[in-house]
């Protein structure tokens, strides 16, 4: 399985950024994808995630600013981050787990990673 994100990049505050992640090599539809985001000298920290069906959950900074979804036929999920702060600068990770462990706020129930790309965020 491999996991794609792209979409990172530099954008100044109040703006917006789209990232994409793109899944291969294996069934994409059942499986619980999540978003974290690592800032310079901190852990790695839970964002979003969606399941399979649909639903979505996000970390209360982020409610209302930022949205995930999915598109199963492309095997694709994607973050649409709006309203875009200094504090949201982190490498943002994607992250898939396939056995839908019912702990999608923490790293350790994911089987597989993305690349990491790097947001950055101006004041």
């Known amino acids: 399985v491999q996991l794609q994100a792209s979409g990172g990049g530099l954008v100044q505050a109040g703006g917006s950024l789209r990232l994409s992640c793109a899944a291969s090599g294996r069934t994409f539809g059942s499986v619980v994808m999540g978003w974290f985001r690592q800032a310079p000298g901190k852990e790695r920290e839970f964002v979003a995630a969606i399941t399979w069906s649909g639903s979505t959950y996000h970390t209360d900074s982020v409610k209302g600013r930022f949205t995930i979804s999915r598109d199963n036929a492309k095997n694709t999920v994607y973050f649409q981050m709006n309203s875009l702060k200094p504090e949201d600068t982190a490498v943002y990770y994607c992250?898939?787990?396939?056995?839908?462990?019912?702990?999608?706020?923490?790293?350790?129930?994911?089987?597989?990673w993305g690349q990491g790309t790097l947001v950055t965020v101006s004041s």
């Open positions: 992250a898939a787990d396939f056995r839908n462990r019912g702990r999608m706020k923490e790293w350790s129930a994911y089987d597989y």
